[in-house]
Structure formats: structure tokens, C-alpha cells
């Protein structure tokens, strides 16, 4: 039973992080700065969810609903986000909300130290950058990207693997709505500034002070290029 359930949480990981939608809304301002991100998690997953849940221990929340909180909880505990909100407005759809100073001093909390070079703000530009030489802080950012049932499925283990291939394993793993729920996840990140932008890259410019930024999420899952963007206003 120990090993099923093992196997289990493998796919649940998987599933988590593939088969959810993430919109989030960051807005820079002079005096203070505030996110909002709603996620909704596709209905494929809800069924596996329910397929599986017989197999794992009981609990009073379900596994969305505690990978969710957990987040939130942490954010809360990190000491600079301020203000978190979260909100379960269905089933399968969440919102989550929280004021900061500035985004690096938020994730510097959440990593557990100042050395931090995926994300930089100086007060008038924003930059990400992240590639396998780096994706480390990412990990110690969130926890759940070190865990060592996701890890294995991550791009440190998959370097150099297609697009093809890597989908080829998840139809192995989940079936043939598996590869189809990768495909169609993605996330959308809009930025708003304090001031007029200047200059951009990496990211749609959508007005004067809004951006988009956007990933398919097996990008961020082989990570085979650097993903990131500059922003600069005035």
C-alpha cells in the first residue's frame, strides 16, 4: 500500500503542475505594490483526483484545496507579503491576493537568504531570468519543485529531451488526455507600472504602463532555453 500510494502522489505532483491554468496580475506601485493571481484547474484533473482518491489517506481537505492553502500560508509566514486573501470560488477555482514592497524581497523570504538572481527590481526596471543554472533558487523558492517525485520530471532530469518525447512519457504515465493537458496549460503574467514604459523585451507591451508576459508551461518543464523579460519605466 506504501508503494501505491507512493505512485500516487508521483502523479499527483505531475497533474498539479500541469493541469492547472494561471493568470496573475502584478501592479508596481511607488508606494507599495500588490498580486493577484487566479487559478483554475482543468476538469481532467478533477477526474484523476477522483479516480485516485480512495488510494490516498483521509483528510478533511482535498489535495487541491491544501496545495493551495499551503501556498498561501507560506506567503503569509515569509513575513513580506502582506494582506493575503484566498478564496475558493468553485470546485476547481481559486484567487489569491497579497501586498508587497518589492517582488525579490518577497521570493529573498521565501528562499531563506538574499542571494537571488531569477527576479530584480531596482525601482524603475524589472528583470527575469531563469535557466537551468539558476532554477535552483527557484526550487528552494518553492519547495514542491525540489520534492523528489516532481524532480524527475523537471528540466534538471530532463535536459536535452523533445517536446515529443517528454509527451510521449506523460501519455505513458496519465493516458491520452495527459500530453493534451500540458499542451493547453500556460501562464499569463500581466505587469503594471508605476510610470510610462520606456522599453520592454520578453514581454507583449499591451499600454503605456501594462505588459504580458506569457510561457507555454512545457517550456518551464524542459527549460531548454532561458525564459525572462526586462522591463524599464520612467
Known sequence: MKKMSTYLLILLVILLFSSCAVSENISLGKNGSASSTDITVYPFFIDVLNDFSEFLPKSD??????????????????????????????????????????I???????????????????????????????????????????????????????????????????????????????????????????????SSSGVVQKGPTTVLYSFPLIDFLLLDEPMGFEITWK
Open 104 to 198: 525579490p524581497s518577497v521570493l529573498s523570504a521565501l528562499k531563506g537568504d538574499n542571494e537571488i538572481s531569477v527576479l530584480k527590481e531596482d525601482g524603475s526596471s524589472l528583470e527575469f531570468y531563469l535557466d537551468i543554472n539558476n532554477y535552483h533558487e527557484l526550487k528552494a523558492i518553492i519547495p514542491f519543485l525540489a520534492d523528489p517525485n516532481f524532480e524527475v520530471y523537471g528540466p534538471e532530469y530532463n535536459q536535452g529531451m523533445s517536446q515529443e518525447d517528454y509527451l510521449d512519457m506523460i501519455y505513458y504515465l496519465l493516458g491520452e488526455d495527459g500530453p493534451d493537458a500540458i499542451r493547453n496549460s500556460t501562464i499569463d503574467i500581466t505587469i503594471t507600472t508605476p510610470s510610462e514604459i520606456v
Open 61 to 102: 481537505e482535498s489535495i487541491m484545496d491544501a496545495a493551495i492553502t499551503g501556498f498561501a500560508n507560506n506567503l503569509e509566514a515569509s513575513g513580506k507579503a502582506f494582506d493575503v486573501h484566498l478564496v475558493k470560488n468553485a470546485e476547481n477555482s481559486y484567487s489569491i491576493s497579497f501586498a508587497f514592497n518589492d
